[in-house]
C-alpha cells in the first residue's frame, strides 16, 4: 500500500469510527425523543377524553408533535450516516482490492534503484516513482541521500554540469556509475538541458548499458510511460521495441504528453529475465 493509499485508509477508518459513534448518540436521541413523543401524545389523548384543562391538552400535544419531528430528524441523521458508513466501506473494500491486485501483479526477478544525488528537494519525486515503479521488480531500493545501490535498472535524480558531469564534489559521468553500479538500465530522471546531456553522452566509459537522460517529465506522465515500458518488457519485449511502440520516432508518433527524453541505445535489445 503506497503512502497515498494509506493516508486515504487512515481518513477513512478514522471517518468510520467518527459517523459509528454519531449514529449510536443520534441513535439514542432518537429512542428518547420517540419514547417521549408517543407518552406525551397517549397523555392528551388519555386528558382530552377525561375533559382536562385545555392548556394542558394543548401543551402536550405541542409537545408531543415537537418530539415526534425531532424523532424524525434524528432518524435522518441515523440514515445519512448509515449511507456515509455504507460508502466508506465500499471505498475501503476498493482499497482492500487494489492491493490485492498489486499483490498478484508478476514481478521482474531483478534489483530497481533509485540514488538521490540532490538532497531532500528531490525526495518527494524519488518517493513517486519509487512507488510506482518499484513494485514491477522484487527488490527496490532507495538508500540515503547521495548513495548509488546496486541495481540491475537504476534511476538517478541528478543535475549534470555543463560539460555533462554530474554536479557534486566529485564530478563523474553517468558511465562511471554504470561501471560501478553494472546498471543495465540507467535513468537521468530529473529534467536537463539538451546541451549538457549531449555532453554527457559524449564523455567516456563503458558503453555496457541504455542510458536515458531527461529534458522535461511532463508531469505524471514520465511514471506512465516508464510503468509502462517496464510492463510491455515483463510481457517479452526487448526494451528497444518497447521503446518504439511507446515513443515512435518518427514525426507526430509520440503523444503530446509524452516525457521528453533521449535514449542512448548503447546496451542494445536488452530484455528482462522471465520467470
Given at each position: 500500500?503506497?503512502?497515498?493509499?494509506?493516508?486515504?485508509?487512515?481518513?477513512?477508518?478514522?471517518?468510520?469510527?467518527?459517523?459509528?459513534?454519531?449514529?449510536?448518540?443520534?441513535?439514542?436521541i432518537?429512542?428518547?425523543?420517540?419514547?417521549?413523543s408517543?407518552?406525551?401524545?397517549?397523555?392528551?389523548?388519555?386528558?382530552?377524553?377525561?375533559?382536562?384543562?385545555?392548556?394542558?391538552?394543548?401543551?402536550?400535544?405541542v409537545?408531543?408533535?415537537?418530539?415526534?419531528?425531532?424523532?424524525?430528524w434524528?432518524?435522518?441523521?441515523?440514515?445519512?450516516?448509515?449511507?456515509?458508513?455504507?460508502?466508506?466501506?465500499?471505498?475501503?473494500q476498493?482499497?482492500i482490492?487494489?492491493?490485492?491486485?498489486?499483490?498478484?501483479?508478476?514481478?521482474?526477478?531483478l534489483?530497481?534503484?533509485?540514488?538521490?544525488?540532490?538532497?531532500?528537494e528531490?525526495?518527494?519525486?524519488?518517493?513517486?516513482?519509487?512507488?510506482?515503479?518499484?513494485?514491477?521488480?522484487?527488490?527496490?531500493?532507495?538508500?540515503?541521500?547521495?548513495q548509488?545501490?546496486?541495481?540491475?535498472?537504476?534511476?538517478?535524480?541528478?543535475?549534470?554540469?555543463?560539460?555533462?558531469?554530474?554536479?557534486?564534489?566529485?564530478?563523474?559521468?553517468?558511465?562511471?556509475?554504470?561501471?560501478?553500479?553494472?546498471?543495465?538500465?540507467?535513468?537521468?530522471?530529473?529534467?536537463?538541458?539538451?546541451?549538457s546531456?549531449?555532453n554527457?553522452i559524449?564523455?567516456?566509459?563503458?558503453?555496457s548499458a541504455?542510458l536515458?537522460?531527461?529534458i522535461?517529465?511532463?508531469?505524471?506522465s514520465?511514471?506512465?510511460?516508464?510503468?509502462?515500458?517496464?510492463?510491455?518488457?515483463?510481457?517479452?519485449?526487448?526494451?528497444?521495441?518497447?521503446?518504439?511502440?511507446?515513443?515512435?520516432?518518427?514525426?507526430?508518433?509520440a503523444?503530446?504528453?509524452?516525457?521528453?527524453?533521449?535514449?542512448?541505445?548503447?546496451?542494445?535489445?536488452?530484455?528482462?529475465?522471465?520467470?
Amino acid at each position: 500500500m503506497n503512502s497515498e493509499m494509506l493516508k486515504r485508509w487512515e481518513s477513512l477508518t478514522s471517518a468510520a469510527a467518527d459517523d459509528a459513534r454519531a449514529a449510536a448518540q443520534w441513535t439514542q436521541i432518537r429512542r428518547m425523543l420517540g419514547v417521549a413523543s408517543a407518552s406525551m401524545l397517549f397523555a392528551f389523548v388519555a386528558l382530552t377524553l377525561v375533559n382536562a384543562a385545555v392548556g394542558i391538552t394543548l401543551t402536550l400535544l405541542v409537545l408531543g408533535v415537537m418530539t415526534g419531528i425531532g424523532t424524525a430528524w434524528a432518524y435522518h441523521e441515523v440514515s445519512t450516516l448509515g449511507r456515509q458508513a455504507e460508502a466508506c466501506q465500499q471505498e475501503m473494500q476498493a482499497i482492500i482490492e487494489a492491493v490485492e491486485q498489486h499483490e498478484k501483479a508478476p514481478r521482474t526477478p531483478l534489483a530497481i534503484g533509485f540514488a538521490n544525488l540532490c538532497g531532500p528537494e528531490m525526495d518527494d519525486l524519488v518517493r513517486q516513482d519509487a512507488e510506482r515503479l518499484g513494485p514491477l521488480f522484487m527488490r527496490a531500493r532507495v538508500p540515503a541521500h547521495q548513495q548509488i545501490p546496486s541495481a540491475e535498472v537504476l534511476f538517478v535524480y541528478a543535475r549534470l554540469n555543463e560539460d555533462g558531469t554530474l554536479q557534486g564534489p566529485k564530478p563523474v559521468g553517468v558511465r562511471q556509475i554504470v561501471q560501478a553500479t553494472h546498471a543495465a538500465i540507467v535513468v537521468v530522471a530529473t529534467p536537463n538541458s539538451a546541451q549538457s546531456i549531449r555532453n554527457a553522452i559524449g564523455l567516456r566509459g563503458p558503453r555496457s548499458a541504455n542510458l536515458v537522460f531527461t529534458i522535461d517529465r511532463q508531469g505524471d506522465s514520465f511514471g506512465r510511460f516508464f510503468r509502462a515500458l517496464f510492463e510491455k518488457m515483463q510481457a517479452g519485449d526487448d526494451m528497444l521495441s518497447a521503446w518504439a511502440a511507446l515513443a515512435p520516432q518518427h514525426a507526430g508518433g509520440a503523444s503530446p504528453d509524452a516525457p521528453a527524453t533521449i535514449l542512448a541505445a548503447e546496451g542494445g535489445k536488452i530484455a528482462f529475465p522471465r520467470d
